[in-house]
């Protein structure tokens, strides 16, 4: 059984979806925090109101979040070989993937401070707290369940946009799958791949489903 399996190419293509999700997973959660912070807090009656400020990153992140993630890559390939000199493999993948993710995220995250009780906020105020320590150890740490919660809901999203890189030269499983399995008639390659795609999901989630419950105060 799953004797027309090459196994070291799917060893191979799982390190790189890992490395690929891995990566992007980083550089969304270190862009998407702060942003999502952002337009919460400058928009109308909050810390740092600032009208331009919110509009422009509401609408740089409307765009790319309605961009689909095949277009995206196609488009920043030119980026990726700028920046690392190829356009091809999973390091040049991971630009797409965290350009498409960062948006993404950063309105979950917005939505999660916005769900924090108003009268915390007013509390710390009354109490000569700054506008940063209010950020740092009252918004964050109040919505850390739910940013933990979206940040694993992003990163299963990364694990299905990495298969379709793969199939446009990002490498990784998806690329595994379209090359060795679907364009070669190897039905069994094909299985592997997507079976090992829906394991990195459900490892995924379920770590990220018991890291937010142990930070759930509640």
Not at 96 to 122: H, S
Not at 200 to 214: A, E, M, N, Y
Request: glycine share 10%; hydrophobic share 55%; net charge neutral.
């Amino acid at each position: 059984m799953f004797d027309q399996v090459d196994w070291q190419q799917v060893w191979i293509a799982t390190q790189e979806t890992l490395f690929m999700v891995g990566i992007s997973t980083f550089f969304t959660a270190l862009l998407g925090i702060p942003l999502g912070v952002l337009l919460v807090i400058t928009d109308r009656g909050h810390l740092w109101e600032n009208a331009a400020i919110q509009r422009v990153l509401g609408l740089i992140v409307n765009i790319f979040r309605a961009v689909p993630f095949i277009v995206l890559v196609l488009f920043l390939f030119p980026v990726a070989e700028f920046i690392l000199g190829t356009s091809l493999g999973p390091a040049a993948a991971t630009i797409p993937l965290i350009a498409g993710a960062a948006p993404f995220y950063a309105r979950m995250v917005e939505t999660a401070i916005r769900e924090i009780d108003r009268g915390v906020i007013e509390a710390s105020q009354a109490m000569g707290a700054s506008k940063f320590t209010i950020v740092r150890k009252v918004l964050i740490p109040e919505a850390l369940p739910a940013i933990v919660s979206g940040l694993t809901v992003t990163c299963v999203s990364l694990i299905s946009f990495s298969a379709m890189a793969g199939v446009v030269g990002g490498g990784g499983l998806g690329d595994a799958a379209f090359r060795f399995g679907f364009q070669s008639f190897n039905d069994q390659m094909l299985i592997v791949c997507g079976v090992l795609l829906v394991v990195l999901v459900q490892i995924v989630q379920g770590i990220g489903d018991l890291i937010s419950k142990r930070l759930d105060k509640r």
